[in-house]
């Protein structure tokens, strides 16, 4: 079964100088029928206004992956050490019993979050960050460190017309997100900000590049 996630099917919230999109119910934003996807349970792209004001945040038991587009993050965490996340990296966080920390924008941030519910809870939380990859002509393994679920990411950018296949086992769930750019995929043309997800398929469907943007791609290989 496949399911559809259209950008403007998303929730909605702004604070401040934060304006964020919403797949499921998170903050002020709520919707009955919008809890999760299987172990993906947040799906957030957000724009921060560059500040000096430093936002108190409290999570636990989630692990929290953050892929920066554009700008700086920076996090001051409660054992006094400090985080600055750059343009094209990406972050995991495993909240485990709990963390606290303080996160400010250096400069305008454009970044997509993602939670993932984990199958241990009150472990002891870490963090790990890496590079996105470069361009390629396929998948790209993100091998974060920490992760506490059985999850796979994928990661992909396209440009001129090139295409790639998604390899679906009926065992797994799958999230695609178009992070960026425009892409074709099982007949319906996908912009940024839209989703498609199956479960219960054994197929391979190919994704085309439009436009002329470059596109950038997140495929979440979740349990079944």
């Known amino acids: 079964m496949m399911l559809a996630y259209p950008a ?7 604070h401040g100088g934060e304006t964020s999109r919403h797949a499921f119910c998170f903050g002020d934003y709520f919707a009955p029928d919008k809890l999760g996807f299987g172990a993906l349970r947040v799906m957030n792209e957000t724009h921060l206004a560059a500040s ?11 692990d929290i992956i953050t892929l920066l587009l554009k700008g700086r993050l920076l996090q001051r965490h409660a054992d006094g050490s400090e985080t600055c996340l ?12 709990g963390v606290e920390y303080r996160q400010c ?18 472990a002891a ?25 059985d999850v796979q990411l994928h990661w992909a ?19 695609l997100q178009v992070l960026q750019g425009e892409v074709e995929a099982c007949g319906q043309r996908l912009a940024s900000g839209d989703a ?20 950038k791609l997140l495929l979440l290989a979740l349990p079944g």
């Open 105 to 122: 924008a250096a400069d305008d941030a454009h970044f997509w979050q993602l939670w993932i519910q984990p199958s241990q809870v009150n």
């Open 52 to 62: 000096d004001t430093w936002q108190p945040l409290r999570r636990a038991n989630m």
């Open 157 to 175: 950018q396209l440009a001129d017309s090139q295409t790639l296949n998604i390899p679906l086992q009926s065992n797994r769930r799958y999230w």
């Open 196 to 215: 498609l997800a199956w479960q219960d398929e054994t197929c391979a469907p190919e994704i085309s590049h439009l436009g002329k943007r470059e596109a």
């Open 8 to 14: 403007n099917t998303w929730g909605h919230s702004a």
């Open 86 to 97: 750059e343009a094209g990296q990406v972050q995991c966080l495993c909240a485990g019993r």
């Open 125 to 149: 939380p870490c963090i790990s960050q890496m590079q996105l990859p470069a361009s390629g002509t396929g998948w790209t393994d993100l091998p974060l460190a920490g992760l506490r679920q």
